[in-house]
């Protein structure tokens, strides 16, 4: 029997993402393909040291001890340019911090997101700029990340910390087009006139909805084991305020998901909210929401802000 990957929150994480690359991409540049090549077999055996994506995807995949250990709720499989051959360093050094990945998906120079829906993936992390735009145009979920921040593994808790902006991340950006078309006034009024209707879902709703189910099984948890406290914190940090908040509660509502914390900071600058916040990852459409940021981020360029 195959399997099966639709119940599941599955992550595609290139090795950009995963492993911070800039000696071997250095050689690469330098020396060429085939010098990169034999780098890499040389250096087989020393892990490559860590990316930004790191923590986030090593706190995700601790979540499958929620469930057996033969049906895991995450599945992370490794989205590469690296050809098999040199992709042989990416999955050993996987071994070496000890990551559940088993899967993986090497093509020799071409980026492999056109795969993302044979794998059912509700995002796609990479550093490539060029490959992330390609996958948001043909509507796949997928973020570059931009900073290098990186949180460390588990340092007082073990708990995952997300953030996501709300409109051209977890909404389409039918709302932010009326603010650039026209002002805020215009953009409250709309919001007003429109509370009753949902808005469009953006590319990371799945991933929301498949964060819930973790926290669901959190819950379910609970009810077995009343000390086991819940890992997994969601939050909303929006330039959205009153009354235009209401429009983002209800659309969240619609879509049958959730969130631990909103913050409608109506123009406050987010990086303070997020220093305090601390999350281990940020989701935003905008890459000056970046500025001052000490937390890891990823852009996700969707919608009318990134045309």
């Avoid at 599955?10 to 540049?29: C, K, N, T």
């Avoid at 033969?70 to 042989?88: A, F, H, K, Q």
């Avoid at 619609?254 to 900071?265: I, M, Q, S, Y």
Wanted: charged share 25%; glycine share 6%; proline share 5%.
């Amino acid at each position: 029997m195959a399997y099966d990957l639709d119940s599941r929150l599955v992550i595609g994480v290139a090795s950009s993402a995963l492993f911070d690359l800039s000696e071997s991409h250095e050689v690469f540049i330098t020396k060429g393909e085939e010098e990169y090549r034999k780098y890499q077999e040389a250096n087989k055996s020393i892990p490559l040291g860590k990316g930004l994506a790191f923590p986030f995807i090593q706190r995700l995949l601790s979540l499958n001890d929620l469930a057996d250990s033969e049906d895991p709720p995450v599945e992370v499989i490794v989205l590469s340019r690296n050809s098999p051959e040199t992709g042989l360093r990416v999955m050993s050094s996987v071994g070496n911090y000890g990551l559940g990945i088993s899967r993986a998906v090497f093509m020799e120079g071409r980026s492999p997101y056109k795969f993302m829906p044979a794998f059912h993936m509700s995002l796609f992390l990479s550093a490539n700029e060029d490959d992330v735009r390609k996958a948001i145009n043909l509507n796949l979920p997928a973020g570059q990340v931009v900073t290098n921040e990186i949180k460390s593994e588990f340092d007082d808790d073990n708990n995952l910390r997300i953030a996501f902006d709300f409109d051209g991340v977890l909404a389409d950006d039918g709302s932010e087009r009326i603010y650039r078309d026209g002002s805020l006034a215009e953009f409250q009024e709309h919001e007003v006139a429109n509370l009753g209707t949902a808005l469009n879902p953006g590319p990371l709703r799945d991933l929301l909805v498949g964060l819930n189910r973790l926290q669901y099984l959190e819950l379910e948890r609970t009810y077995i084991d009343p000390s086991y406290k819940k890992r997994v914190y969601v939050s909303l940090v929006t330039a959205r305020s009153a009354p235009a908040h209401e429009r983002a509660i209800l659309s969240l509502k619609e879509w049958g998901v959730t969130v631990n914390d909103a913050f409608f900071l109506g123009g406050v600058e987010k990086a303070k909210v997020l220093g305090v916040l601390n999350p281990h990852i940020f989701f935003d459409d905008q890459k000056r929401h970046f500025d001052s940021v000490s937390v890891p981020c990823v852009h996700i360029p969707f919608g009318v802000r990134n045309e």
